[in-house]
Antibody, heavy 118, light 114 residues
Framework: EVQLGESGGGLVQPGGSLRLSCAASGFTISSNYMSWVRQAPGKGLEWVSIIYSGGTTYYADSVKGRFTISRDKSKNTLYLQMNSLRAEDTAVYYC????????????WGQGTLVTVSS | DIVMTQSPDSLAVSLGERATINCKSSQSVLYSSNNQNYLAWYQQKPGQPPKLLIYWASTRESGVPDRFSGSGSGTDFTLTISSLQAEDVAVYYCQQYYSTHPLTFGGGTKVEIK
């Protein structure tokens, strides 16, 4: 069974850093396209970043230069390093798996809440 | 960027009646080389992550009830719930994957029981 489980969220001050993790089971993350998608409180879905199976990465303009997506094949875990956090980064962050080499998402984690506030 | 616009923002439908949600993209998401529309639909219930319902605009994900159907092509798409059930109360999102950076979602449509 495919499972994704995020961790690492919490309260951080503006300008601070946080690293989110997404542990995967039932499949190999390095063989799939993996993304982070966030949802601000009471708002819609916003794509944040993607890492392709070949390792190429892309980011939303809103996080480019501040966030870094990566993966650890040995741990089958996806990461999102978030630096220079802003209040507008407050959201639930979901990791999601792209289906069969495409960028629609057939499996999502339960999400981890990041709150940026002083 | 491809902008996805959903309508209405919310709708209330009686149990057993039809619910129709629209999604319009700012440019075509039909890929001519394979004649596929790069459009997906998700359902999100309160406190839960999104769940994939439909991809390629009209292909139902495994396990999704057949009362859910997707249609449309190019820039205009529709998600239809043919006979609304109580468990279908949720927010529904469309997403284009024609242009993958950035991937973009519609603003969501909240479906409630009348």
């Amino acid at each position: 069974e495919v499972q994704l489980g995020e961790s690492g969220g919490g309260l951080v001050q503006p300008g601070g850093s946080l690293r989110l993790s997404c542990a995967a089971s039932g499949f190999t993350i390095s063989s799939n396209y993996m993304s982070w998608v966030r949802q601000a409180p009471g708002k819609g879905l916003e794509w944040v970043s993607i890492i392709y199976s070949g390792g190429t990465t892309y980011y939303a303009d809103s996080v480019k230069g501040r966030f870094t997506i990566s993966r650890d094949k040995s741990k089958n875990t996806l990461y999102l390093q978030m630096n220079s956090l802003r209040a507008e980064d407050t959201a639930v962050y979901y990791c999601a798996r792209g289906q069969s080499g495409y960028t629609f998402f057939d499996n999502w984690g339960q999400g981890t809440l990041v709150t940026v506030s002083s | 960027d491809i902008v996805m616009t959903q309508s209405p923002d919310s709708l209330a439908v009686s149990l057993g009646e039809r619910a129709t949600i629209n999604c319009k993209s700012s440019q075509s998401v039909l890929y001519s080389s394979n004649n596929q529309n790069y459009l997906a639909w998700y359902q999100q219930k309160p406190g839960q992550p999104p769940k994939l319902l439909i991809y390629w605009a009209s292909t139902r994900e495994s396990g999704v009830p057949d009362r859910f159907s997707g249609s449309g092509s190019g820039t205009d798409f529709t998600l239809t719930i043919s006979s609304l059930q109580a468990e279908d109360v949720a927010v529904y999102y469309c997403q284009q994957y024609y242009s993958t950076h950035p991937l973009t979602f519609g603003g969501g449509t909240k479906v409630e029981i009348k």
